[in-house]
């Protein structure tokens, strides 16, 4: 009789501990990529005046720059979400775009993102009328939930 009281405290503390695990599994993790420069330091940024190598000092070095020609840098950011066994899921993308004049001087900051899976300007300081590599940012942001890591081989 005590043999089968202290076997079931002991499968009753099991089950509350595999419980207990099952649920912590099953609880959301997210996954930070890229850097995209705070507000303030975008806000220190000159247009017409700053350069290129005054934006790196300010705002850090970016992700990605022009496709053809060196005359924008962009700065992109993106979040996923894990639950449990389920694949990850990107749930937030943001890309900043400074463009640069002929001569090296910022023309234009543009700053990106997804609403509702379409692509919307979240602020513009532009004096120009906009970006023109904008195939370039629709590629960033187009493509969450397409990347899959396992056909890379490996």
């Known amino acids: ?51 290129r190598d005054t934006v790196t000092a300010m705002a850090g070095a970016p992700a990605a720059s022009g496709l053809l020609d060196s005359s924008s840098f962009y700065y992109v950011r993106s979040r996923r979400r894990a639950l449990g066994f389920l694949a990850p899921k990107e749930i937030e993308r943001e890309v900043v775009a400074i463009r640069f004049s002929d001569n090296g001087v910022v023309e234009n900051v543009e700053r990106f993102g997804l609403e509702r899976g379409n692509v919307i300007a979240l602020d513009r300081r532009v004096t120009s009328s906009s970006v023109k590599d904008k195939a370039f940012i629709r590629q960033l942001l187009g493509n969450i939930g397409r990347f899959n890591p396992a056909g890379l081989g490996g």
């Open 1 to 51: 009789m005590r043999i089968d009281r202290h076997l079931t405290k002991t499968l009753m503390s099991a089950a509350l501990i595999s419980a207990g695990l099952m649920l912590g599994a099953c609880a959301p993790q997210y996954k930070n990529h890229g850097y995209v420069p705070l507000q303030e330091d975008l806000d220190q940024l000159t247009i017409g005046q700053d350069t």
